[in-house]
């Protein structure tokens, strides 16, 4: 089974372009992980979710998060931001996609970016769940927060920085995504073959990841393409590569009570 473990299913716009998108995923049975960036897009994603579920396909896992760029207009009180975001935490299997960003995000403070991200690692932190976790231009720091959070389990989605912070992530045992620049990047390469096995899982990031590096595919159907990359340089065939992956994302999801959201 081919498991998509980082994309956004409410980014593709509603019609035909998301229908498609959700033909893809049933027709060729991908198990999807997909993040939302905040409340509005959970309650998109969830019901997506709970579609494919009431026709017996359990292959969309929705997962709640406040991405660092939609941090803005949340309580600052902490008591009252974990109010807030509490029962959405606790209805969302696997939380993400969550973080800070220091280096595209212009706009919100970095103070408001890690007062959201440690509230939603408190929830991560008490219910042991794994958290999808997004790091550009601050992994540094997030080493350091993570460090306040043992219990959590921190998925590292997309890494693109030093190699002290990552050496420190795998040190840790956290869980890392590989996505559609493997194909283009020397850098990304050379972080995947360092990469044990037994820490991989596969993503697209869709349906922008792709178009972003300079491609035009957003299918789901690109993991198959991203799992072919990360065998090439893993020295592996396609399909030990696949079966490696989904075993990675099935451990996970087995300890993460998935049935819930579907209540």
Sequence with gaps: MLVDFHTHLHAYRRGDERDAALKCIRENAILTVASSVDRATWDETLSEARSFALHGENLIIPTFGIHP???AGLPESEGELAALLEPYLCASPVVGEIGLDFYWEKKIPHETQERVFRCILDHCERTEKYCVVHTKGAESRIADILADFPHAKPVIHWYDGHDSPYDVFLSRGYMQTFGCEV???DRIKALL??????FL???????TGEVWLGGEDS??????????????VKGIEDAEAESILQKNAEKILALSNIGQYID
């Design 219 to 232: 299918s789901p159907l690109l993991i198959k393409r991203v799992v072919h990359d990360i065998a090439k």
């Design 69 to 71: 760029s939609y941090c």
């Design 201 to 207: 899982l596969s993503e697209t990031d869709n349906p």
């Design 193 to 198: 073959d360092r990469t044990p096995l037994e």
């Design 183 to 185: 194909r283009y990047s």
